[in-house]
């Protein structure tokens, strides 16, 4: 851990008792997440090629100031997730489960923000514009690992490829003929639809990221977290049985450490009746609020319990 990472988890140790500096917490026209202020507040110019280190602190200590519950446990990562995300910041909590772990990742991007907000200073060619704004667009994403992985090392529900096109080499999923949207979809359909509060095609809290299946928590607080992940790990265990026919690098027998959760009979495998409820009063805790100034916006607020 180099100095200025140190000194951004110092930073968010020292505001753990603090409180959130939000309005509120809604998805915009694109349905794109974002945290909502009470106040504006100034974003300066950021290098156009990636956020320097320098930049780390600084960005960092607004961040800290506006959502310490939501950082609280967390420690700031200097590596992206994933790499391209040149104009984010990172921050990542381990959670230890019974059979796999996870790692919560909050991803604040600066470049998404400046969308609709008020430029301070003219960029150039090597730096954004700085600018005022009220909201931050952000990724709460709770993503399986293995488990005791000394590193991000994501359970795949689908192997990745490398392509040779152009020159440049990239990374993409094998995962049928689905976009990204409709696989996200299918977990939902494959767990029941009749769960969600709100419509997987508006947002799918369960989602296909990282090549795997990953929950998404807009509101993460540390007791949202810990919560998130007791009743995530037994439904990701069900969708990559599911997915993956039984092969892979998860034992099916070890889901007898979740009888209560997941039944098994020879070739199948299916969420028992009582861990259904429980899904459905996890979920029931999230809607969005209506109101006419929202509606003419095209913005969505979360209601989340």
Same mark, same amino acid.
């Given at each position: 851990?180099?100095?200025?990472?140190?000194?951004? !988890?110092?930073?968010?140790?020292?505001?753990?008792?603090?409180? !959130?500096?939000?309005?509120?917490?809604?998805?915009?026209?694109?349905?794109?997440?974002?945290?909502?202020?009470?106040?504006?507040?100034?974003?300066?110019?950021?290098?156009?090629?990636? /956020?320097? %280190?320098?930049?780390?602190?600084?960005?960092?200590?607004?961040?800290?100031?506006?959502?310490?519950?939501?950082?609280?446990?967390?420690?700031?990562? *200097?590596? @992206?997730?994933?790499?391209?995300?040149?104009?984010?910041?990172?921050? /990542? #909590?381990?959670?230890?489960?019974?059979?796999?772990?996870?790692?919560?990742?909050?991803?604040?991007?600066?470049?998404?923000?400046? @969308?609709?907000? @008020?430029?301070?200073? %003219?960029?150039?060619?090597?730096?954004?514009?700085?600018?005022?704004?009220?909201?931050?667009?952000?990724?709460?994403?709770?993503?399986?690992?293995? #488990?005791?992985?000394? !590193?991000?090392?994501?359970?795949?529900?689908?192997?990745?490829?490398?392509?040779?096109?152009?020159?440049? @080499?990239?990374?993409?999923?094998?995962?049928?003929?689905? *976009?990204?949207?409709?696989?996200?979809?299918?977990?939902?359909? #494959?767990?029941?639809?009749?769960?969600?509060?709100?419509?997987?095609?508006?947002?799918? +809290?369960?989602?296909?990221?990282?090549?795997?299946?990953?929950?998404?928590?807009?509101?993460?607080?540390?007791?949202? /977290?810990? $919560?998130?992940?007791?009743?995530?790990?037994?439904?990701?265990? +069900?969708?990559?049985?599911?997915?993956?026919?039984?092969?892979?690098?998860?034992?099916?027998?070890?889901?007898?450490?979740?009888?209560?959760?997941?039944?098994?009979?020879?070739?199948?495998?299916?969420?028992?009746?009582?861990?259904?409820? !429980?899904?459905?009063?996890?979920?029931? $805790?999230?809607?969005?609020?209506?109101?006419?100034?929202?509606?003419?916006?095209?913005?969505?607020?979360?209601?989340?319990?």
């Amino acid at each position: 851990m180099d100095s200025i990472e140190k000194q951004i !988890n110092d930073l968010i140790t020292s505001h753990e008792s603090d409180s !959130n500096l939000i309005e509120g917490i809604y998805l915009d026209d694109t349905l794109s997440e974002f945290y909502r202020f009470n106040n504006e507040i100034e974003i300066p110019s950021l290098a156009v090629s990636e /956020i320097t %280190k320098e930049e780390y602190l600084r960005l960092s200590s607004i961040i800290i100031n506006l959502i310490p519950e939501f950082l609280k446990g967390h420690e700031f990562s *200097s590596k @992206r997730f994933p790499s391209y995300e040149q104009h984010s910041l990172h921050f /990542i #909590k381990r959670i230890e489960g019974k059979i796999i772990d996870f790692i919560h990742l909050l991803r604040i991007n600066f470049k998404q923000s400046s @969308r609709g907000s @008020r430029i301070i200073q %003219k960029g150039d060619s090597l730096h954004y514009p700085s600018y005022s704004t009220d909201k931050l667009y952000f990724k709460s994403l709770l993503i399986p690992i293995h #488990k005791g992985s000394d !590193n991000f090392k994501q359970i795949k529900l689908k192997e990745e490829e490398t392509i040779e096109s152009d020159g440049k @080499r990239f990374t993409s999923a094998i995962f049928d003929e689905l *976009s990204t949207k409709e696989i996200s979809i299918e977990f939902s359909k #494959k767990i029941g639809l009749d769960v969600f509060t709100i419509p997987p095609k508006i947002y799918p +809290f369960i989602s296909y990221d990282f090549f795997t299946a990953v929950l998404n928590i807009p509101d993460p607080f540390e007791f949202k /977290i810990a $919560a998130s992940a007791e009743i995530y790990e037994p439904i990701f265990l +069900f969708l990559y049985l599911t997915c993956k026919n039984f092969k892979g690098d998860i034992n099916p027998d070890d889901i007898l450490k979740f009888i209560d959760s997941i039944k098994k009979e020879k070739d199948t495998i299916s969420l028992t009746p009582g861990f259904l409820l !429980n899904i459905k009063d996890y979920f029931s $805790a999230y809607s969005f609020l209506t109101k006419e100034e929202l509606l003419l916006m095209g913005w969505k607020k979360f209601s989340t319990g």
